[in-house]
């Protein structure tokens, strides 16, 4: 697959702008483990290369385990996940997923358990940024870093 655009030399405002997304959630209560697992959930579901080998690199490099990795897209058939986990991989597969059903009451219920409202605006920030890069990736067809 041949790369097309580069977003960040076509469009630096853009580009910036998405940046700017990512500062933001620097600063947020969410761990790195925790948004890597986010980044990587919605990039398995959206097939986005790029961004999978990003990521899955990043999660090794802050700790996360190469089997919770292995086994993300089948969290729900494991205890390898704590309750926050769960909740955040539930949360990025109904916003992925937005056309199925979006996130549901069920979800949102048991989130609002285990964070606060800011706390489930950053999860829910976090989640839709993926998502924005995941469409530029597969989109512009970004190609594996070396």
Partial sequence: MT???????????AYKAMMGLETYLADTFLTPIQKELIK?????????????????????????????????????????????????????????????????????QKAKHLFDEKQIAQIIIAITTINAWNRIGISTHLELLK
């Fill in 40 to 108: 990587i959930r919605a990039s398995q579901i959206n097939g986005c290369a790029f961004c999978l080998d990003m990521h899955t690199k990043d999660a090794l490099k802050y700790g996360e385990t190469p089997q919770r990795i292995f086994l993300l897209n089948a969290w729900r058939e494991t205890e390898l996940f704590n309750a926050e986990e769960q909740v955040l991989l539930e949360m990025t597969e109904e916003i992925t997923l937005i056309h199925q059903q979006g996130l549901t009451e069920q979800t949102y």
């Fill in 3 to 13: 790369a097309r655009l580069n977003i960040a030399k076509v469009d630096a405002t």
